[in-house]
C-alpha cells in the first residue's frame, strides 16, 4: 500500500510538474504490473460468474407498475367452460386420428372461431429454407374492444405441434384457447381487443403470422394474396379507420401490436383422460435473439398462478426442492453423494439456481426463443409462454382457464407499454432474480483483462527496452534520460516502427473468409451433402489461414507482426464482448470463457520448436470451427437464421470463428 500511495503523493513544485510525475509513475507502476493487473482481472471475473448463484446476489420480486393490480379479481371460469374445452378436444382428436392436413385443421379452427361470432380467417405461408421448403395454414381471429378505439391489443396463441411431452400436438393448448374465446366473448369488460392465434407449426407458424400482421415479410417467406393472407374486421377507431388489412403493409398495422401482451398458452400432458390434470404452471421467458420480456408480466402471472390458480409457478422445468423433494432427489446431480452434502439446503438451492441459469444462458447465448412467445420480443411485444407439468386429479382446464383469464384482465388495466420493471435480469428463481448490475461485471472484468493486455502488446510492439553500458548521467536516444542500473548499466526504449497493413489485412481476410464459410453452409451442396461438406469446409479453413503466416518474422527496427496481430485481436475481442454484454449477457459470458485465455496466451514468450506451433494452430483451428461436425446443431442454426431471422450463426461465422483462427495465426509465427 504504501508504493500505492507514493504514487499520487503531491509533489512541491508547479502543479503541471507534479501531476505529470504522478502521471508517469502510475504509467511506470500498471506497465511493470501488467501481468499480475489482467491475471486478478480475469480470476475476479471468472469467479463472479461462477457465484452468480448464490443466494446472497438475488432479491424478491416484485410489482413495478401499480395499474396491474394481479389476482385482485374475482375469475368467472367455471366448469361449463370447462366442459366446452373438452367438447373441442374430442373434435381435435378426431383430425388426429384422421391425419388431417393442415388446410383441414386451419378451417376447422377457423369455422369454430366465426361460430361464436368472431371475424376470423386463415393464412398460407411458405419459407424457402437450405433444407427445403416449408409450408402450413394459420387460424386466426380478432375479438374487437367494445368499450374503447381499437388501438391496442392482447393476444393468446396456441400452436399446433409441440416439442414438449410425449404427445406431438398440442390439442389441450388449442382446446383451451378456443373455450377462452367462447367465454371472453359472453363478457364486455375488455378495453383491448383479443387475438387468437392458432399456428400451425411450432415456431414458423406463429413467425409467419407476426410477419405478415407487421408487414415485414422477409425473403424467404412467399407472401400469399388469397383469403388466408388477408383478414378485415371492422374497426372502432375514433380516427375514422375503416378496416385493417393483414399483409397490406399500412401504418396502423405497427400502431396496433407495438402496444400489445401475449400469454402463449401451450401446456402438455401425458394422461389419456379428456380432462387433464394440473400440477404446476411452468413459464419461459427467453426470446430470439436474447431478448426478455418486462419481468412485471412474469410476476404478474407468477402472482395470479399462485393465488388464482392454487398452483405452483416454476421455472423452466426445474422443480424446487421444497416444493417438490421426490422428484428433486431423483434428477439432483448430487443423487451419489454422501447423506450430509444431498441433503444440504445450501448445496441443494445452490444446484437449483445453477440449473435455472444454465438453462438461461443455453437459450440466450444461442438467441434460440424457449417457445413461440420469444418472436413477439422483436416488435417489441411483452410475451411469455405457460406450460403445465401433470399431475393427478381433472383439474388441469379449469386450473389454466383461471391463470389466462385473470392474467388478461390484469393487463387489461393498463393504459401505457410495460416501462416500469426490469428488461435485463436473470431468473434464479421463481421469485428471485438478479438485477444486471450483479452479473454484468463479470463478463465486463474479462474484457476489460483482454483490453489491457492488447495495449501492453501494442506498446511493446512499438518499444523495446535493452540493457546498455554508458556513462554516468548521458542522455540517450532522442534526448531520454537513462535510468542507472549498477553504475554503467542501463536500460533504454528504443523505438520501432510498427507496419500496420499486414494485421489489418489479416484481420479483415479471416472475417471474410468467415463470411463466405457461412454463405456456403447456406449452398443446396452443404446440405445435401453435410457429413463431406463439413470436413472439406474444416480443412479449407484451416488451410486458408496460412496465407499470412510468414516463416521470417524478425526484421530489425520493425516490430513482430505477431505481436501486433494479437494486439487487434485482443482489443476487438474485448470491443465485442462488452458491446454484447449489454444486448445478450450470456452470449458474451460464453465469449469471455471461450476467448479470454486462448487469445491472451496465444502468444509464447519465447520461439517454440515449429511441430509445438503447429499442433497449436491446429488446437486453435478446431476451436474456432469443431463446431461443424456438430451436424444437428448447424443444421438447426442456419433454418433459425433463414425462418426466424435469429443472429446466432451468421455471428459465429464471421465474428467468433476468425477472432480464434487469428489467434491462431499469432501461435503459428515463429
Avoid at 412 to 417: A, I, K, M, S, T
Avoid at 649 to 661: D, E, K, Q, S
Amino acid at each position: 500500500m504504501n508504493r500505492v500511495r507514493a504514487l499520487f503523493k503531491r509533489v512541491q513544485g508547479g502543479n503541471n510538474a507534479a501531476r505529470l510525475r504522478r502521471r508517469k509513475r502510475a504509467a511506470a507502476f500498471i506497465y511493470n504490473n501488467l501481468s499480475r493487473l489482467t491475471t486478478a482481472l480475469l480470476v475476479t471475473g471468472y469467479l463472479w460468474m461462477s457465484l452468480i448463484p448464490i443466494s446472497s446476489l438475488s432479491q424478491g420480486t416484485y410489482i413495478d407498475e401499480n395499474a396491474l393490480q394481479p389476482a385482485q379479481v374475482n375469475t368467472y371460469w367455471n366448469w361449463q367452460d370447462v366442459h366446452r374445452a373438452d367438447q373441442y378436444l374430442y373434435h381435435l382428436e378426431g383430425l388426429r386420428d384422421r391425419n388431417s392436413t393442415s388446410e383441414e385443421r386451419a378451417q376447422f379452427i377457423r369455422n369454430e372461431f366465426a361460430k361464436l361470432g368472431l371475424r376470423a380467417a386463415t393464412q398460407n405461408y411458405t419459407f424457402t429454407a437450405s433444407s427445403g421448403p416449408l409450408s402450413g395454414v394459420n387460424a386466426y381471429a380478432i375479438m374487437a374492444s367494445p368499450r374503447t378505439p381499437s388501438s391496442e391489443a392482447m393476444v393468446i396463441s396456441a400452436a399446433w405441434r409441440s416439442e414438449v411431452g410425449q404427445e406431438p400436438y398440442n390439442l389441450r393448448g388449442i382446446s383451451t384457447v378456443l373455450a377462452l374465446a367462447a367465454f371472453f366473448k359472453n363478457y364486455s369488460l375488455w378495453a383491448k381487443d383479443i387475438i387468437f392465434v392458432i399456428g400451425d407449426g411450432y415456431l414458423d407458424g406463429m413467425q409467419a403470422w407476426l410477419n405478415a400482421y407487421h408487414g415485414t415479410i422477409p425473403p424467404s417467406q412467399s407472401p400469399t394474396p388469397d383469403r388466408g393472407h388477408l383478414l378485415k374486421w371492422s374497426s372502432r377507431s375514433r380516427n375514422g379507420l375503416a378496416g385493417i388489412y393483414l399483409g397490406s403493409y399500412m401504418d396502423c398495422i405497427e400502431y396496433r401490436l407495438q402496444r400489445a401482451f401475449i400469454l402463449s398458452s401451450r401446456h402438455f400432458f401425458r394422461l389419456v383422460r379428456s380432462c387433464a390434470p394440473l400440477h404446476s404452471t411452468e413459464q419461459r421467458q427467453r426470446a430470439s435473439t436474447g431478448r426478455l420480456p418486462n419481468q412485471d408480466l412474469i410476476n404478474s402471472v407468477r402472482f395470479i398462478s399462485h393465488y388464482t390458480g392454487g398452483v405452483p409457478f416454476i421455472v423452466y422445468d426445474h422443480l424446487e426442492p421444497n416444493e417438490f423433494p421426490d422428484r428433486w432427489q431423483t434428477t439432483s446431480i448430487l443423487a451419489n453423494a454422501p447423506d450430509f452434502i444431498r441433503q444440504s439446503p445450501q448445496l441443494q438451492d445452490f444446484e437449483y439456481r445453477a440449473k435455472n441459469i444454465a438453462r438461461h444462458i443455453n437459450y440466450q447465448a444461442r438467441g434460440k426463443p424457449s417457445g413461440a412467445h420469444g418472436l413477439y420480443h422483436k416488435f417489441r411485444i411483452d410475451a411469455i409462454t405457460l406450460y403445465a407439468v401433470p399431475a393427478t386429479g381433472p383439474h388441469g382446464f379449469l386450473a389454466l382457464g383461471r391463470i389466462v383469464e385473470s392474467a388478461l384482465r390484469t393487463t387489461n388495466n393498463l393504459l401505457e407499454r410495460l416501462h416500469a420493471s426490469f428488461f435485463f435480469y436473470l431468473l434464479t428463481t421463481p421469485g428471485t432474480f438478479m438485477k444486471i448490475g450483479k452479473f454484468l461485471p463479470s463478463a465486463v472484468l474479462v474484457s476489460a483483462a483482454m483490453m489491457i493486455s492488447g495495449l501492453g502488446d501494442w506498446v511493446n510492439a512499438g518499444w523495446l527496452h535493452e540493457a546498455v553500458t554508458e556513462s554516468d548521467g548521458e542522455e540517450t536516444g532522442a534526448g531520454r534520460p537513462s535510468s542507472m542500473i549498477k553504475g554503467k548499466k542501463t536500460v533504454r526504449w528504443r523505438m520501432r516502427r510498427r507496419p500496420l497493413l499486414r494485421p489489418i489485412f489479416t484481420v479483415l481476410g479471416t472475417h471474410v473468409m468467415g463470411l463466405f464459410a457461412f454463405s456456403f453452409m447456406r449452398s443446396p451442396f452443404f446440405v445435401e451433402n453435410q457429413s463431406t461438406a463439413s470436413l472439406g469446409l474444416f480443412l479449407e479453413l484451416v488451410t486458408l489461414p496460412l496465407i499470412f503466416t510468414s516463416l521470417l518474422d524478425q526484421t530489425p527496427g520493425v516490430a513482430p507482426f505477431r505481436l501486433l496481430l494479437k494486439s487487434f485481436n485482443l482489443c476487438l475481442a474485448s470491443i465485442i464482448i462488452s458491446i454484447t454484454s449489454l444486448l445478450n449477457f450470456s452470449l458474451a459470458a460464453m465469449l469471455a470463457i471461450t476467448l479470454a485465455v486462448p487469445l491472451m496466451y496465444s502468444c509464447s514468450p519465447s520461439s517454440p520448436l515449429p511441430i509445438v506451433s503447429l499442433a497449436k494452430y491446429l488446437t486453435y483451428s478446431f476451436l474456432a470451427w469443431g463446431w461443424l461436425f456438430l451436424l444437428d446443431e448447424v443444421k438447426q442454426a442456419i433454418w433459425n437464421w433463414e425462418v426466424l431471422g435469429i443472429w446466432f450463426a451468421p455471428f459465429i461465422c464471421i465474428v467468433y470463428g476468425p477472432l480464434v483462427t487469428q489467434a491462431g495465426v499469432v501461435a503459428l509465427q515463429p
